[in-house]
């Protein structure tokens, strides 16, 4: 399995990013995908989630002003998408797509220890 993410920069309070990634390999297609949010000095912690069939997780901090999606339609891959909306300085940090291929009868693990596989992490900085 390979996560290639692209996106994210620098934006100022209030503004919009989005973030993208592609996944391929083998199980792609049943696994969870998310974006996790790393901030310096802190922990890595779920941001979005979405299963296979759809169902969506959002941390708290983020419902209402981020967006995850996922297009399947290229059988060859899926793509993640993070559309973040009236970024806040908090949202700074790096993020990582991730995929966990794990059934879990369309529960979200929130814990980035059940994530196998990982991108290489795209910086997004929310000036104040």
């Known amino acids: 399995v390979q996560l290639q993410a692209s996106g994210g920069g620098l934006v100022q309070a209030g503004g919009s990013l989005g973030l993208s990634c592609v996944a391929s390999?083998?199980?792609?297609?049943?696994?969870?995908m998310a974006w996790f949010r790393q901030a310096p000095g802190r922990e890595r912690v779920l941001v979005a989630a979405v299963t296979s069939g759809g169902t969506t997780d959002y941390a708290d901090s983020v419902k209402g002003r981020f967006t995850i999606s996922r297009d399947a339609r290229d059988y060859a891959k899926d793509t993640l998408y993070l559309q973040m909306n009236s970024l806040e300085p908090e949202d700074t940090g790096i993020y990582y797509c991730a995929l966990d291929p794990s059934r879990r009868f369309g529960k979200i693990a929130r814990s980035p220890g059940l994530y196998n596989y990982w991108g290489q992490g795209t910086l997004v900085t929310v000036s104040s």
């Open positions: 390999g083998p199980t792609v297609r049943s696994a969870t």
